[in-house]
């Protein structure tokens, strides 16, 4: 495969992937800021939201003010803004137009109807209208997923492809419980308490794990557990030690198919192995603020050697 087929399939799957984390990221801001707290910071959300996008810089030389209408307009349809989803929609759209012989049929149609309602689409002015929009958002991912899933040939183009979507699922499911962490509690309200209890939640059901949470813990959400289950539960897709299951994977199907191993192998592989014997009390005892950088810049450098050994 030429390496700019394949750099367009691991671009479609990132973006793809990057939209819906976006879309579930606003949704969780919108749901607690409906929230009141003692500490009167109702900008709290949307403050996290962009730090948690990698966006804030941006935002901050663009807008004055970080305020719900603002946000979720740079975050969702301003196409000034590489990493909207406006954005992250077109792009995608037009790195698989570009191979579109790589795609089935279904796969192709599931991108390229998404693009073109999104042409239809006009911008919410209230928040049931945003919140309908953010569904409609994770209800693409869904149908491309499902069509990568149920109609490609497992070859180098589908790992290519999954590759790029779980490199962005770890790096989003670390920067969601990082900003969690250290951003959303105000100053004043305890932690175990009723804000930070609907936060966690909220948090679970932004990734949609409320449900498994409760299957695997049997108990009332715990921050360690939430941890546990989102870092270190192969059995969770957007664990941590899922997603690098499954890069490790497909790195290793993309090494077969080319007969040899690379950098980047042996860096995912290391990571894995990391996991694999790593503890929530060792993580929480040298600090999972440390732990989370660590394994985004590793996340980042991984996504380097992929770039170097396969896309240039």
Not at 217 to 245: F, G, T
Request: proline content about 3%; hydrophobic content about 45%.
């Amino acid at each position: 495969m030429l390496s700019r087929t394949a750099n367009s399939l691991y671009w479609t799957g990132r973006l793809v992937e990057r939209a819906d984390y976006l879309a579930r990221k606003l949704d969780a801001a919108t749901r607690l800021s409906a929230l009141p707290t003692s500490s009167g910071s109702p900008g709290n959300p949307w403050e996290s939201a962009l730090r948690s996008s990698g966006a804030a810089g941006a935002f901050a030389a663009a807008h004055a003010c970080v305020d719900e209408r603002s946000v979720r307009d740079f975050l969702a349809f301003d196409t000034a803004n590489p990493t909207s989803i406006a954005s992250c929609l077109e792009a995608a759209r037009t790195h698989a137009r570009s191979v579109r012989t790589a795609l089935t049929v279904e796969l192709w149609e599931s991108i390229n109807e998404a693009w073109n309602q999104l042409q239809r689409t006009k911008r919410p002015k209230d928040r049931e209208a945003f919140t309908a929009f953010l569904d409609w958002v994770k209800t693409v991912s869904l149908a491309f997923d499902g069509a990568a899933h149920r109609t490609m040939l497992r070859n180098d183009g589908y790992s290519f492809l999954r590759l790029g979507a779980e490199l962005e699922r770890a790096d989003n499911t670390a920067r969601l419980l990082d900003v969690k962490y250290h951003l959303l509690l105000p100053a004043g309200e305890p932690v175990g308490g009723g804000l930070d209890y609907f936060q966690w939640t909220t948090l679970l059901r932004e990734v949609s794990a409320l449900t498994a949470y409760r299957w695997v813990y049997h108990e009332s959400v715990k921050p360690w557990l939430v941890a546990d289950l989102l870092i270190l539960n192969r059995q969770m897709p957007r664990s941590l030690a899922s997603c690098q299951r499954e890069i490790v994977g497909h790195l290793d199907a993309i090494a077969d198919a080319y007969g040899r191993q690379g950098e980047s192998q042996r860096m995912a592989a290391a990571t894995l192995n990391e996991l694999a014997v790593a503890s929530m009390d060792d993580i929480f005892q040298a600090g999972l603020h440390e732990f989370i950088e660590d394994f985004l810049a590793g996340n980042n450098r991984l996504g380097q050697a992929v770039a170097e050994q396969y896309l240039i």
